[in-house]
C-alpha cells in the first residue's frame, strides 16, 4: 500500500497539498493527514472525496503521539511515497516579553515533532519517495522578533541538508521549502494581524496553492530547496554572501 503523510494537514498549507494532491494523477493508496483536530481531519474526507483521507488525529507536542504513530504504521507497513512535515508554529513578539512556555512549545513542534516524525517514518520509505520538510525564508538569517522561530527553521534547513546526504545512495530525497508569509491561520495564531510589523505588513506574500503545487513538482525533480518568488530568492543568495551581523539589522521584524 503507497500512501501519503501530511502533518499540519488541517488547514493552511497543510490543506493545500492535499488539494494539490486531489489535482494529480498519483500512485497514492492513502493520504494520512495528521493534526490535532480530529474534526478538521473528518471535514478532508468530505472536502476530498475523491482521495482516500485517513485521519490520525495526533497532538504532535505529546511523546505518546509517535509512538501511537509507529504502532499505525508497524501494523500496516505502507510503502510511504511521500512524507510532508508541515505542522509548526510561531510567535511575534521579544523572548522577555513571552512565556518560556510558549517558546518551548514552538521547540517542541518546529523541531522535535519534525525530528520524531521523520524518524518514525523513515524505515518504510524506499527509492523514489520524498521528504518535504517546510522551512521559512526565516532560516536564511536570524530575525529578531521572531528570534525562536528563524532559530527553528534554521534547524529544519539543516536538518534537511544533512539528511538529504545521509540518504544519497537510497534515492530517498530531501526539500525544504521555504517561503515568505503567507495569508493562512498562521499569522493570526503568530500575533502578525496588520499593523502589527511593518516588515510584515510591506513583504509580499506567497500563493499557499501555489507554494504546494510547486513544491510537489520539485521534489520529483530531486531539488533540494524550493523558494517561492524572485524577491525571496534573491534573499537567500544575499544571506549567504553578507555577515549575519549586517543582515540580521534588514530581517528586524
Same mark, same amino acid.
Given at each position: 500500500?503507497?500512501?501519503?503523510?501530511?502533518?499540519?494537514? +488541517?488547514?493552511?498549507?497543510?490543506?493545500?497539498? =492535499?488539494? !494539490?494532491?486531489?489535482?494529480?494523477?498519483?500512485?497514492?493508496?492513502? %493520504?494520512?493527514? %495528521? !493534526?490535532?483536530?480530529?474534526?478538521?481531519?473528518?471535514?478532508?474526507?468530505?472536502? @476530498?472525496?475523491?482521495?482516500?483521507?485517513?485521519?490520525?488525529?495526533?497532538?504532535?507536542?505529546?511523546?505518546?503521539? /509517535?509512538?501511537?504513530? !509507529?504502532?499505525?504504521?508497524?501494523?500496516?507497513?505502507?510503502?510511504?511515497?511521500?512524507? %510532508?512535515?508541515?505542522?509548526?508554529?510561531?510567535?511575534?513578539?521579544?523572548?522577555?516579553?513571552? +512565556?518560556?512556555?510558549?517558546?518551548?512549545?514552538?521547540?517542541?513542534?518546529?523541531?522535535?515533532?519534525?525530528?520524531?516524525?521523520?524518524?518514525?517514518?523513515?524505515?518504510?520509505?524506499?527509492?523514489?519517495?520524498?521528504?518535504?520538510?517546510?522551512?521559512?525564508?526565516?532560516?536564511?538569517?536570524?530575525?529578531?522578533?521572531?528570534?525562536?522561530?528563524?532559530?527553528?527553521? +534554521? @534547524?529544519?534547513?539543516?536538518?534537511?541538508?544533512?539528511?538529504?546526504?545521509?540518504?544519497?545512495? +537510497?534515492?530517498?530525497?530531501?526539500?525544504?521549502?521555504?517561503?515568505?508569509?503567507?495569508?493562512?491561520? /498562521?499569522?493570526?495564531? !503568530?500575533?502578525?494581524?496588520?499593523?502589527?510589523?511593518?516588515? /510584515?505588513?510591506?513583504?509580499?506574500?506567497?500563493?499557499?496553492?501555489?507554494?504546494?503545487? *510547486?513544491?510537489?513538482? /520539485?521534489?520529483?525533480? *530531486?531539488?533540494?530547496?524550493?523558494?517561492?518568488?524572485?524577491?525571496?530568492?534573491?534573499?537567500?543568495? =544575499?544571506?549567504?554572501?553578507?555577515?549575519?551581523?549586517?543582515?540580521?539589522? @534588514?530581517?528586524?521584524?
Amino acid at each position: 500500500m503507497k500512501i501519503a503523510i501530511i502533518t499540519g494537514a +488541517s488547514s493552511g498549507l497543510g490543506k493545500e497539498f =492535499i488539494r !494539490a494532491l486531489s489535482k494529480r494523477k498519483t500512485e497514492l493508496d492513502e %493520504i494520512w493527514v %495528521i !493534526a490535532r483536530r480530529s474534526n478538521r481531519l473528518d471535514e478532508l474526507k468530505t472536502e @476530498f472525496p475523491e482521495l482516500d483521507i485517513v485521519p490520525v488525529p495526533l497532538d504532535l507536542c505529546d511523546d505518546d503521539s /509517535f509512538d501511537k504513530l !509507529a504502532q499505525k504504521l508497524e501494523e500496516t507497513a505502507p510503502d510511504v511515497r511521500l512524507l %510532508i512535515n508541515n505542522a509548526g508554529t510561531g510567535k511575534l513578539g521579544y523572548i522577555a516579553d513571552d +512565556s518560556w512556555r510558549e517558546q518551548k512549545r514552538m521547540t517542541e513542534l518546529n523541531v522535535g515533532a519534525l525530528t520524531a516524525v521523520t524518524t518514525v517514518v523513515l524505515p518504510y520509505m524506499n527509492s523514489g519517495a520524498s521528504i518535504i520538510n517546510i522551512c521559512s525564508i526565516a532560516s536564511f538569517s536570524p530575525t529578531p522578533r521572531m528570534t525562536v522561530y528563524g532559530a527553528t527553521k +534554521s @534547524f529544519v534547513m539543516s536538518f534537511s541538508r544533512g539528511l538529504r546526504d545521509e540518504l544519497r545512495g +537510497s534515492n530517498i530525497n530531501v526539500m525544504a521549502v521555504c517561503p515568505g508569509p503567507m495569508d493562512t491561520e /498562521f499569522l493570526g495564531i !503568530a500575533g502578525i494581524e496588520k499593523g502589527a510589523s511593518k516588515a /510584515f505588513d510591506t513583504l509580499p506574500r506567497c500563493n499557499p496553492a501555489k507554494v504546494a503545487s *510547486h513544491a510537489l513538482a /520539485f521534489a520529483k525533480k *530531486h531539488c533540494a530547496v524550493y523558494t517561492p518568488k524572485l524577491i525571496y530568492k534573491i534573499y537567500r543568495i =544575499i544571506a549567504k554572501v553578507l555577515p549575519q551581523e549586517l543582515t540580521v539589522k @534588514f530581517t528586524r521584524t
